[in-house]
């Protein structure tokens, strides 16, 4: 074996393989039982503010005061992990965060959540080389008790993850996973936001060229695809098919069909209904049944 004279922890950072036998693998047990040494006296105290200094010893970086951990928290490691403001992790969670664990601002962590940014290769021969998948919660997820997160996987803003559910994929935003409830949201900003989430996750892959980024966008994509493009100079190229320019088409309906006292006629209903709404205490969904689909192309109706 070729031994690599980069760090351990920085090539777990990287997303490297850990290969079976490396020569710097002892240093990961060390680092885990000297974590553990610090979970032992965080996980036997009831004082918030101990807590907190104690989490923060072990990840190597501060905790925000709005941020509070119902213990026992078990970590292997802990100086991979990113915590935000205003975070909520509750009762008995464990963090595998070799790989790298992000959690935004916002956050809700139910009880018995396992974050597993570690892994091991499918193959029998390789099985005991160690890989990983940075895993990053965005600004106000719900992460539901006893969901598992696996290693790689993003969890998009506002987004819900499932009691009891196993995520392997990236969730997006404004999403419920495994049963969570729909929000009958369209954003353009977290729209843009899912496509340089996707250059982050992409830029840290070892064996992606960061000055060869693009990004193609399909249909109702393309514009945030340009938006991204626009705002995020990581991005080198950009390709995009459209059959419509959808904000003309919501201006003025197919075929600027919609006449401007029709417009100015739906934004009056639309701002009545926001008080109707507010009053509920809920949003109205409306209605998308084919008795409304007249004066609008083939494609729709079909």
């Known amino acids: 074996m070729v031994q690599n004279k980069k760090d351990i922890f920085e090539r777990l950072r990287n997303g490297e393989t850990i290969p079976s036998g490396d020569p710097q693998a002892y240093k990961m047990r060390e680092a885990s039982y000297a974590t553990k040494k610090l979970l032992n006296l965080m996980n036997n105290s009831s004082d918030p503010a101990e807590i907190r200094d104690l989490l923060r010893k072990i990840i190597g970086s ?20 990113k915590i935000g403001k205003n975070v909520f992790i509750n009762f008995d969670c464990t963090f595998l965060d070799l790989g790298g664990i992000t959690i935004e601002d916002n956050t809700f962590i139910a009880t018995k959540v396992c974050l597993l940014s570690e892994g091991h290769p499918l193959s029998p021969k390789d099985r ?3 890989t990983v998948g940075h895993i990053h919660i965005k600004k106000n997820a719900w992460i539901g008790a006893n969901a598992t997160i696996l290693p790689g996987v993003t969890i998009g803003e506002n987004s819900v993850v499932a009691a009891g559910a196993v995520v392997s994929k990236d969730v ?26 996707a250059v982050d996750y992409l830029g840290i892959q070892n064996y992606v060229d960061r000055n060869r980024i693009g990004i193609i966008g399909i249909c109702g ?12 100079k990581r991005v080198k190229a950009v390709a995009t098919t459209s059959m419509y320019d959808m904000s003309k088409v919501n201006a003025k309906g197919y075929f600027d069909a919609t006449t401007l006292e029709q417009r100015t006629q739906i934004l009056e209903q639309l701002s009545a209904q926001r008080w109707v709404d507010a009053e509920n205490g809920a949003p109205a969904v409306g209605p998308k049944g084919l008795e409304d689909l007249t004066d609008v192309p083939q494609f729709v109706k079909e």
């Open 128 to 130: 005991h080389s160690l």
């Open 172 to 197: 997006p935003s404004y999403t419920g996973e495994s049963d969570g409830e729909p929000r009958h949201v369209a954003s353009p900003d977290i729209n843009t936001e899912d496509f340089s989430a």
């Open 62 to 81: 501060e905790i925000d005061e709005s941020t509070a951990l119902f213990t026992p928290l078990y970590i292997n490691y802990g100086k991979h992990t």
């Open 221 to 232: 994509w393309a514009g945030f695809a340009l938006n991204a493009t626009a705002v995020d």
